[in-house]
């Protein structure tokens, strides 16, 4: 009987949409007149689509009467939308020229933003902005290229809440889940061919995550053929740019190939200190065996290394202002960063495509290799060289718990005004005095993460009629890694002694304690990790509305390995630890109605479960087996309602969403003085619930044949919801032995963090664009952005009742009232910022060769804002932030992260 209906449904359904119109005709580029090849015709509010054939033919069956927007879009071009009317009869348009689209170089700015990333240590402040820069939805355009100087996310998830593919192959990281864009960074030309779904939309290749999915297309025969050399200048992250690209096209004999290559480089970028070096190779061969059938070959060479910088207080921006960076210093008169980052991680690709009427179904095996190195500099029983150290600031002179000395504050001032930066003379005398015995007092060490990684991925989508697609696929993706610290430069010394300054234990009880360069000191382990997911979707397409269903499972596990034996964790820091074993479902599901051909209304939800990463699995991997106690997935359920117009001079959407993820695990690094202790510790925050909500639109209004206007805004809401339960780990157990359970861990309770805002960027943003388009080839246009509602991040720990505890007699303040308490514990929410960006292009074709000129201003009233920021946990009890906070200018203020001030971008490219 079921089969009965089902086959009556679809009878139905085929009725629905007997009459059916073809449109017809050829794309073609404008001024050449050349033919563009995998153009891409659609109709709004169906899913059918046509490609242009080498000649740019294409016809498209359109299986319903009524009026209706036609849409050809093809890579680098400006897309063209027709008005229809089908009425049963065939349309034949003719020649559609399309007109190279010179605003697409605005990629480069999202690539430049990417790179120039402002983070701390633990990378906690990044952006989703890399995963949206193949969406021409306007909102998500204005989120990465605009607000994304802000560190805008959109709709307040982290980057890794989306998946971005390479060829199908998913690249999200197992240690922190987010996409790492420096491996192909720029490599602009091979991966401008890129698929986007947005929130919950269903991806051919992936189940995907809520803030969606983009693959990355990098098959030589969607590549337009020719050589395209292209220069830039910056003065982002960094002041050069050359790049060379030579695509053959697609062969009589079944072979395509692309080579590209690239060079960025630096002394410095905007934030003084900054170097940037960087060189990007992609090499990939194409062979058609048949119709359907290809084989891919690809392989992407990455080198990445720059100098970092710092977030600073309040007190050290006053003094010095947004441009400084405490982690450099001049050494026989060149920049020194002492803190750098390298990646590279080379991936070779081999892939197998099918793609026929009925079919497509992608296949590849990655594997990717190599390392991510960040230096730091390490100081043994001698003084911190960091110039931005409290006791070197004024204001520790004036916190001073015996009273304030405005004199020594006054010569502090002075001297860190002569003296700003790394003295590394200093640190080389301070290594080869006698007293040392040539051990190092101080020294530059690396960070080291060598990561071997492969990656099997299957998807496939199956056309089962015009109305039913069945879609399924999976990936199965393993991690063997190893992390240690390896010793970069001695500074002068002959050896360092590897013991811990603060426990005098030894680091590596089996090894030599006298370390030299190039050694591994400190901690030695490895990590084995997999995952394996596999996930099955349904689509349907009718007459007025369509819907979908997918589904996932996936498993994930994982191990420490103690290659060192801590003298600190005898028992628990060598070997193998238990192995963490967790598995997940996902389910979503969404449904469109539509109006007409021109408005519809699409609404989605989903019940996810998420494994946790990595960086939140093992307490302190760096020392110890330990794992987060009662580790479980974060649960994750959604649901998102939006209303599409497509006119012929008005197209946008507006969109409501909610989500709320529960069960979330953080673990934080820092030293503390507490109500139970003070050391080192780690910080297990565990039932941690977040709430999301909020509109966003964006809405673009064709004025006139060269104007355009557009409208852009996010009211958002991202908020704790729930009291977590928060545990802390002592590296040295003192004096708080007694209050410590048998798993190492202090339980300090709850946290009262519901209701307070999260640190997820501007929570409010709007942005109104004008943008000119002449007939004679060139363009400008204009962008004001006001972002609003941007808080720093909390202390976890200072919202626990230990707060409170006078750690001398154990029992609580007698002034920390809950008056008192919400005054000196008032969430900070930043400035709000105004932002006038400035972009603008012309082209030419000079004897059919392609050149055009691309320029951006960003920031052009050189606004100084800040970006983020987050309260600094060392005063752990109210005594001492109160005693801290008493001058205004506490030594321990919350950090802040600075926006660029007016910055710009140029490019001249050439293509033929």
Known sequence: MRTVVFLLVLCCAAQLYGQSTIVSGSVKEKGTKSPIQKAIVS????????????????????????????KVTALDFIPKSFAISLNGENIDLGDVFLEKDIVRENTDNLIVLTDGELADDKETVTGSSGILQSSRDIFLNRAAFDFGQA???????????????????????????????????????????????????????????????????????????????????????????????????????????????????????????????????????????????????????????????AAITEEVFDLVGNQYNPYWGNQDGEIRNSREREIFEPLFILNHFLQSKKMIWTSGICYQL???????????????????????????????????????????????????????????????????????????????????????????????????????????????????????????????????????TLNDVNGSPTKTKGEKFNYHYGIEASKMVGFGQLEVNLKSWSGFLSGSFSSFGAQRNGLFLNERFLENSFGNSERVSLSSLGLKSGATYFFSGRHWLSVGGALLNKPPTLQNTFINPRENNDIVPEIQTEKITTIDLSYFVRLPDLTGRVSAFYTRFMNSTDVNFFFVNSGVG???????????????????????????????????????????????????????AGDEEDLIDPAGNIDLGVAK????????????????????????????????????????????????????????????????????????LKQRKLEDIYLLNLVGGKSWIVNKKYISAFVSINNAFDQIFRTGGYEQSRNGNYGQLKQDNLSGTPSFAPKYWYGYGRTYFLNLAISF
């Open 370 to 504: 190599g390392t991510n190195t960040r230096s730091r500099l390490g100081y043994y029983n001698a003084p911190n060289p960091d110039p931005t150290y409290y006791r070197y600031l004024p204001s520790y002179y004036i916190n001073s718990g015996t009273g304030a000395n405005f004199n020594n504050a006054s010569l502090a001032k002075e001297g860190f005004l002569n003296n700003p930066q790394i003295q590394w003379g200093e640190l080389y005398n301070a290594n080869t005095n006698s007293f040392n015995q040539e051990k190092a007092a101080y020294l530059l060490y690396d960070d080291v993460v060598d990561n071997k990684e492969i990656t099997f991925s299957s998807s496939m989508n199956y056309n089962i009629n015009e109305n039913i697609q069945l879609g399924f696929g999976g990936y199965l993706k393993m991690l063997s890694s190893k992390s240690f610290a390896e010793i970069q430069d001695l500074l002068g010394a002959s050896f360092h002694e590897d013991v811990d300054s603060f426990s005098d």
């Open 678 to 732: 003070s050391d080192f510790v780690q910080e297990i925050i565990t039932a941690l619930d977040k709430l999301h909500k909020g509109i966003e639109f964006g809405l673009e209004y064709q004025a006139s044949a060269a104007v355009k206007i557009s409208l852009v805004g996010n009211l958002g809401e991202y908020r704790y919801a729930s009291d977590p339960s928060v545990q802390i780990n002592f590296d040295t």
């Open 753 to 824: 963090l519901k209701d307070l805002k999260m640190a997820q960027g501007p929570q409010t943003a709007f942005a109104l664009g004008v943008e000119y388009r002449s007939p004679k080839y060139w363009w400008i246009g204009a962008t004001t952005n006001y972002l609003t509602n941007n808080y720093i991040n909390i202390s976890t720990i200072t919202r626990t009742e230990s707060f409170l505890l006078d750690p001398d007699t154990g029992e609580r303040f007698s002034e920390a009232t809950d008056e008192n308490i919400a005054h000196i």
């Open 151 to 309: 560190f805008f996310k959109v709709r307040g998830y982290d980057s890794s809440n989306g998946s971005v593919l390479l060829n199908g192959i998913p690249t999200n990281k197992f240690y922190d889940g987010r996409p790492q864009w420096n491996n192909w960074g720029g490599l602009n030309d091979v991966i401008r061919n890129q698929e986007f779904t947005n929130s919950l939309s269903i991806n051919t290749y992936t189940f995907g995550g809520i803030l969606g999915n983009t693959n990355i297309d990098a098959r030589p025969s969607g590549l337009r053929p020719g050589i395209r050399l292209s220069g830039s200048m910056s003065n982002r992250s960094y002041r050069s740019r050359l790049m060379a690209t030579y695509s053959s096209g697609l062969q009589k004999n079944g072979l395509a190939y692309t080579f590209s290559s690239s060079r960025r480089w630096s002394n410095t970028g905007y934030v003084d200190g900054t170097l940037y070096d960087a060189y990007s190779f992609f090499g990939s061969l194409e062979y058609k065996l048949n119709k359907k059938n290809s084989l891919v070959l690809t392989s992407i060479l990455a080198r990445n290394r720059r100098g970092r910088s």
């Open 43 to 70: 109709v709004d509010g169906f899913s059918t689509e046509s490609f242009t054939d080498p000649k740019g033919h294409f016809a498209i069956d359109i299986p319903q009467v009524g009026e209706y927007i036609l």
